[in-house]
């Protein structure tokens, strides 16, 4: 019979590979904030339907149409990738979008570079195919590949006119990996401030002094 340390030994062997699969690894994290929709907002002649496909970043989900309304408000997050990953060596090409939000009347939608309300196919990237989260309780979220460092738009819809107003998602996130593998941006060494390198120069310098001065007292 295992002793209980061995059983916990086997237990952390079996479960590892699994940990890691479930994502422990810190994610980097390029985006976080509630969205939400008022009257300021402009709005829409018809809005794109829900087919229940979420975009990942296999690709080869189809637009998935229009479905007639008007007067349907939106409300739009502009994200300059190149800005909020200068942090990084890296970047980070492929971007999932998750949003905490048990609201039927709203759903988020990316597109690249810019959003036509007028020409809704124009531009887009993926959306997660459904509103609300999934079962009303896990966090909906679907990935979108951006080639290169360009602005990523995030388009909150509502699904009935004056449906979704005032009714905020919880929060939404942006991460952003470099590869499929889900690995994750290289930070940018940090440098050091003016102030501390004057110090450490000084540093150096009141070393090499007293180096000096010893070698001149033993000669």
């Known amino acids: 019979m295992l002793s209980s340390r061995k059983l916990l030994r086997c237990l952390l062997v079996w479960m590892a590979p699994l940990l890691l ?16 929709i008022t009257a300021a907002d402009p709005t829409q002649t018809n809005r794109l339907s829900r087919n229940g496909i ?55 939608s990316a597109y690249l570079g810019s959003y ?8 887009w990237l993926g959306d997660a195919g459904t509103s609300g ?18 602005h990523l738009i995030l388009v909150l819809n509502e699904t009935a006119a004056n449906a979704g107003l005032n009714f905020t998602p ?25 102030g501390t390198l004057e110090l450490l120069a000084g540093a150096v310098a009141l070393m090499a002094a007293r180096r000096f001065r010893r070698g001149r007292a033993v000669a």
């Open 21 to 36: 699969v479930c994502g422990l690894a810190n994610a980097t994290a390029i985006y976080t904030n509630p969205i939400t």
């Open 54 to 108: 979420p975009q990942d970043w296999a690709g080869g989900e189809p637009f998935p149409g229009e479905i007639a309304g008007a007067g349907l408000h939106y409300h739009i997050v502009d994200l300059d990738l190149a800005a909020l990953e200068s942090g990084y060596t890296t970047y980070g090409e492929f971007i999932q979008i998750s949003f905490d939000s048990t609201s039927a009347t709203t759903f988020l």
């Open 170 to 194: 919880t929060n939404v996130l942006v991460e952003a990996f470099t590869d499929t593998q889900y690995t994750d941006l290289v930070p940018r060494p940090a440098v050091p401030e003016p």
């Open 133 to 150: 989260d999934a079962f009303g309780t896990d966090t909906v979220f679907f990935q979108v590949i951006v080639p290169t460092p360009q």
């Open 116 to 123: 036509n309300p007028a020409s809704k196919s124009t531009n």
